[in-house]
């Protein structure tokens, strides 16, 4: 057998555990081991497995494929994308300091803001695509730099390399959430990131049925330490999520692709209608982040955000609109719609939502899988009635 390096849409299928692992059956598949606990051989000797919280086989079959894809040294699963997110911060201690992407995820803007200040670790909000600013916000007890590249929602570029050298100039930890990227077009591991983290509910899963969390760690030590978390904190994913995310990320290579295609068509299409402000995408040219992207990832994503004119009434706009589902998350086979400003963001006060760009006529379109003609004529249908102060479009005329 050769032992050559695979393309990453192989290691999607393939690697490294998804034949049986006790390679009984050959099955294809990795069983769900449905088990809280596991029989002691002997008085003394002890098995790779005591409990489930601790481990669980099918769980570890999942742990061991996202660290392979991310070339990391550890994987770890969760029971959602907060739960790897806010286990990660646990590494920290009292007196610490954190800095933070101004542009987070709403969660982790809650998670940082309500729950980790009770616990006495500070933090601070900057702006990640200015590398001055995060320096001079290092402080002597900042020990984390917390970045979403490409951010949420309105597609900001980080250079990651730059905050890299930063963090490891000062001591710090840098973690980063993939979630927009997966690792089939980012490694931020590869570029010296030290926890990679995601929310699993959104592409590696892709077909909005689980919710999950990984997160993967550059070395052992640091991943020793999150699994000690794991165990301790204890909201690790069940093995039948397991077993379904592991599906999931068996796709991801041609879903991720599909959707990224169409939304580059979609994102064109958007800059040059005459009812619409402003497009968010990397994968324009004109978006100010679009070179450094392309110098740290192999692709541009499914997301992308647009602001509506003032003319066109949001409200409309979603009752009109007919294929996508209007909901929050993101990331999978169906087109999903949503309204940062009362979804993503809601726990995020109006000046912060508006210092970020996040106004009351932003939509952010995850596109899935559906026809790419078909999702335009219903977005050019939907900003047509919208503009229009009319009560029902399709009896005019
Ligand atoms: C959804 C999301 C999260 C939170 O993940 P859950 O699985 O919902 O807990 C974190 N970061 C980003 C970028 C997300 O989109």
Redesign the pocket.
């Known amino acids: 057998m050769s032992n050559n390096k695979d393309q990453l849409e192989t290691e999607l299928i393939h690697a490294p555990s998804n034949l049986d692992v006790e390679q009984r059956t050959g099955a294809v598949n990795v069983p769900i081991y449905l088990s809280s606990t596991y029989h002691q051989e002997s008085f003394d000797a002890f098995g790779p497995f005591d409990y489930s919280r601790s481990g669980n086989p099918t769980r570890q079959a999942l742990e061991e494929k996202i660290a392979q894809l991310e070339e990391g040294a550890r994987g770890l699963a969760f ?7 806010s286990s990660s911060f646990m590494l920290l201690s009292a007196g610490d300091h954190v800095l933070v992407s101004t542009d ?2 709403g ?2 803007y809650r998670f940082v803001t309500e729950v980790l200040t009770k616990f006495k670790i500070d933090h601070t909000f900057v702006d990640m695509t200015d590398l001055t600013e995060v320096n001079d916000a290092i402080k002597p007890n900042t020990k984390v730099i917390y970045i ?1 590249t490409p ?2 929602p309105c597609l900001n570029i980080t250079d990651i390399n730059g905050i890299v050298k930063i963090a490891k100039a000062n001591d710090c930890l840098t973690f980063l ?1 993939n ?2 990227m997966s690792p089939l077009y980012q490694k931020p591991i590869n570029l010296g990131v030290d926890i990679v ?6 592409f590696l899963s892709g077909h909005s049925d689980i ?3 990984l997160a993967v760690t550059n070395t052992e030590e640091l991943g020793e330490r999150l699994a000690f978390i794991q165990n301790s904190f204890g909201s690790i994913l069940g093995a039948q999520d397991s077993y379904q995310l592991i599906q999931g990320i068996k796709t991801l290579g041609s879903r991720l692709k599909q959707s990224s295609e169409s939304a580059l068509k979609i994102a064109a299409y958007l800059t040059n209608h005459p009812l619409i402000k402003n497009v968010f995408y990397p994968g324009l040219p004109n978006h100010p982040g679009h070179d450094l992207h392309n110098s740290q990832s192999k692709g541009s994503g499914a997301v992308l955000s647009f602001e509506i004119k003032d003319s066109v009434k949001a409200k409309t706009f979603v009752e009109q609109i007919r294929l996508p589902v209007f909901a ?4 999978a086979v169906e087109t999903i719609l949503s309204y940062p400003a009362t979804m ?1 963001h809601a726990a995020m006060p109006k000046q912060e939502r508006d210092k970020r760009g996040i106004t009351d006529g932003l939509f952010r379109f995850s596109v899935g899988l559906e026809h790419v003609d078909d999702l335009i004529s219903d977005l050019d249908y939907a900003l047509q009635a919208a503009s229009q102060q009319v009560k029902d479009p399709h009896v005019v005329g």
């Open positions: 029971a959602s994308g907060m739960s790897a997110i987070v995820y969660g982790t979403e951010s949420n959430d979630t927009f983290l995601h929310s699993a509910t959104k919710i999950a969390g929050v998350s993101l990331g993503s």
